[in-house]
């Protein structure tokens, strides 16, 4: 990861997707218009937030597996980006369903189940910060970031499509790519999902080399009383 | 014997049922099919140009400062080693 090639590829489908996201012609859809462009925007925050979540779910679990606190550090870095992008998705959301829907809160589905599984990942740090003991509270935050983030796939993905959404691709909503007839949208929201992507993997990395600075005395002790097989007071 | 008699009956009311309202949505198809009016406002005066720059302003901002920081961090960890 301390490569730098993938950081210019993450700058380069940014400026493209800002650039044609905005410029390009648009399908003439009715209520949504020009606003269907918050599709390069708004879309991959969420989409950001589910992969992010995705590489703290595997670190959590490589941490029960081999008890190394860098994973736990991994983890938890990983979960806070991805509740930032999450954030950004949720308002991004109200502000594009306030001139869409009416209101920027009108309990759909989609919505509703986005912000109980931000709710879950939220306690995960009411958890960490009420254990005091650093590899317990690692052991525990990881079993439970497993709960959340199986909780999060039917919350996000599979209740709203089961019931009627106003998000497209829900209930008798006609889905995305309805909307996208001669393909001209998918030509900048799949870069738009890479590059944002990317963008939250960057700012993970710099997050994780943070705190692997800051936390290095904490390892080093770890370490040493691992080697010894003393257990840490 | 009484239900066999009773089909065709039925099956011609759903024939009418249906074909009015394949025609209804013949109608009401042909409502949405007019053009949707699109907010041409913003691009009538070519300004949106100016948009697009500030956008991109912001986010060369943002990259830079995430170089910057990445950078004090590769210094720091130097300065551990």
Redesign the interface.
Known sequence: MRQHWWKALC?LL??YT??AG??MPVP???II??SIRNLFFHVPMWFTMMILFVFGFCYGIRYLIKGNLKDDIYSVQFIIVGLIFGSMGMVTGMEWAKYTWGQPWSNDPKQLGAALSMLIYFAYFALRGAIPDEEKKAKIAAVYSIFAFALMIPFIWILPSLTDSLHPGSGGNSGFNTYDLDNELRKVFYPAVIGWFLLGL??TS?FI??KL?KQ?ELLKEIKAAQATGQPLE | MNDQQKKPAIRRRTALLLAILLLMSKFSFAV?VS??K??DA?WSNGK??V??LV??TI?LGI?LT?IH??RK?KK??KQ?Q
């Open positions: 700058v940014l400026a800002v650039i905005l410029m003439p859809l009715p218009h020009e960057w700012i710099l080399r943070m600075l290095r | 949405d053009p949707v699109m907010d913003l949106i140009y948009v697009v956008v991109l986010f990259i995430l920081l990445e961090i720091l960890e551990v």
